[in-house]
């Protein structure tokens, strides 16, 4: 339990026991949303490491096994004497019934997925308040045959006799739905019954709280000593500098390495905000020539990743040694990153997450893990939208608060082929005008990522009686929740209209815009 060990030293209210289902970083989500701090831990957590914990409920997550399969994970059954409510969701709840002497078997003909009404036949503690006939998430292929012993059924739907299930006596809850996603409509008042009413929990998991212990926790972690920031423009590095700002002032140094890639007028913006208006030092280093140059002649998109990722750690070392010396490096690494650098799948042997490589491009353009600092994160038990919520509370502008995820190579993997100075110009000149007109739309914040990609094949168009030999530009713009997957926006013919009209009429280089209407899979989102 490494990630626990170094957490905060804030214990969490509730704990969640991940057995490998993809909802588990949410439920934590929708828990914290309440104001309640909660934590994922591996399925295969001991009971002496639960005890330390003290956990006022404990919530066992869903998980893609059959509970009666061989290997399939178990947690120690012990943990439903400890006296703690217990909270099983989907796999967990079928779990509770085996471990507890009831069966579970296949659904045969009967699996149920998708939205279901569910019929409330108990209206008390986890179901107060809760309509009956509201829609309720299903995605099973088992289902409860027998409850345990003092075990009754709280609802069902035409499908499934026991979709919730307690004993009242004992306090231990099952419902075969997911309350966590949002097509569970009052999947939240279930949650609230549960960390409220039956476990007790405070309100305390609130942004003022987390801003208090955080910078305490700095203070106390770094004294004296100075700490380094790379800032990036980001959301993340933003909020980490506000945070390391308040609590230590100008013992930070806060670098902005320009890598010539960053969107029109970005780096003068972070500049005027942070130096000159908040007052918040930053190093500006210019580093385009450097980073340009080195891109003569590559096409590879890998390729170009490592170099842009190769030479910004160079410049990094550079920069750090004159400005140093740093005792502390700060990094802005979240929540999602610590249980996600244990990997996303289970080892049902040992227990462990291990690690699947989907996206391993992502980590192209960090800092190598041997460096000669001290590590300060003290974003690392914060979820993203919980960061954005710091950063408001801290007054970073909206700019950079809601600002769609952005590459750390920026728009040199946007421009397909060899980046050059006059393509880089062009795809900054047409992703201005994109982004212009999403949010003169008023779409910016609906949608996930909205931008420009630069295609390096010329096509024959005419402007005027001039016949043209030029790029086209594609527009993607995606909707998401978190990257992994993605479909296109539907967008207004008029804004897209607008869109096109403006970049082939404004833009030097492209007479042509066509639109990308691939979700992901198959696709990705980036172009590169
Ligand atoms: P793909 O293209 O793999 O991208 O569907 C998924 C999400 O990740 C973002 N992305 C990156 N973010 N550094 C980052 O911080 C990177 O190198 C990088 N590459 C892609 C992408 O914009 C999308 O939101």
Not at 137 to 147: A, E, F, I, N, T
Not at 229 to 244: E, M, P, Y
Not at 449 to 461: I, K, R, T, Y
Not at 473 to 481: K, T
């Amino acid at each position: 339990m490494s990630t626990l060990q170094s957490e905060a030293k804030r214990k969490p209210a509730i704990v969640i026991l991940d057995f490998g289902s993809q909802y588990s970083e949410l439920i934590a989500r929708r828990i914290r949303e309440t104001e309640v701090y909660s934590l994922v831990v591996s399925f295969s957590i001991s009971l002496a490491e639960l005890r330390a914990l003290a956990p006022k409920g404990i919530i066992l997550s869903g998980g893609p096994r059959s509970v009666y399969a061989s290997g399939a994970p178990l947690c120690d059954p012990e943990i439903f004497n400890l006296g703690i409510p217990v909270l099983g969701v989907c796999y967990g709840m079928q779990l509770m019934v085996h471990l507890l002497g009831g069966s579970v078997e296949a659904a045969t003909g009967k699996a149920e997925y998708g939205k279901a009404p569910l019929e409330v036949d108990d209206p008390t503690d986890l179901l107060t308040n809760v309509a009956s006939g509201s829609t309720m998430w299903m995605s099973h292929g088992d289902s409860v045959k027998l409850l345990p012993s003092e075990f009754v059924s709280l609802a069902h739907t035409s499908n499934t006799p026991q979709a919730a299930i307690a004993s009242h006596q004992r306090r231990l809850y099952g419902v075969q739905f997911h309350p966590e996603v949002v097509h569970s409509t009052e999947g939240m008042v279930l949650i609230r019954n549960f960390v409220y009413h039956i476990c007790g929990c405070d309100a305390d998991w609130t942004t003022k709280a987390f801003i208090t212990e955080a910078t305490n926790q700095v203070r106390t972690q770094v004294g004296k000593k100075r700490v380094l920031l790379a800032l990036s423009g980001g959301v993340d590095s933003s909020t980490l500098a506000f945070l390391l700002n308040k609590a230590i002032g100008n013992q930070l140094t806060c670098m902005f390495i320009d890598q010539g890639f960053m969107r029109k007028g970005e780096p003068e913006f972070l500049m005027d905000f942070f130096d000159r208006k908040f007052h918040i030092h930053v190093e500006y280093i210019n580093a385009r020539e450097r980073f340009i140059s080195k891109l003569k002649g590559v096409i590879d998109p890998e390729q170009k990743r490592k170099i842009i990722g190769a030479e910004f750690i160079r410049v990094f070392e550079e920069e750090s040694a004159r400005l140093g010396p740093f005792d502390y490096l700060a990094q802005g690494t979240l929540y999602p990153d610590v249980i996600e650098s244990a990997g996303t799948n289970l080892d049902l042997k040992t227990g462990e997450r291990v690690a699947v490589k989907i996206k391993s491009h992502h980590n192209v353009g960090g800092l190598p893990k041997d460096l000669q600092f001290k590590l300060v994160e003290p974003l690392r038990r914060l979820f993203k939208d919980e960061v954005r919520k710091v950063g408001r509370s801290l007054g970073l502008p909206e700019e950079i608060v809601s600002r769609h995820p952005f590459p750390g190579p920026g728009l040199a993997i946007r421009i397909l082929g060899e980046v050059t100075t006059q393509k880089l110009n062009c795809l900054r000149d047409a992703d201005l005008i994109v982004r212009e007109e999403i949010r003169k739309a008023n779409l910016y914040h609906d949608i996930w990522q909205a931008f420009a990609v630069l295609l390096p094949v010329c096509s024959v168009g005419v402007m005027g009686d001039q016949r043209t030999y030029a790029w086209p530009i594609v527009l993607r713009c995606v909707s998401s929740e978190d990257g992994m997957t993605a479909d296109w926006s539907r967008l207004p013919y008029e804004v897209l209209e607008i869109i096109s009209n403006r970049i082939v009429n404004e833009v030097d280089g492209v007479n042509r815009v066509v639109l990308d209407i691939t979700s992901k899979p198959p696709g990705t989102i980036e172009w590169e």
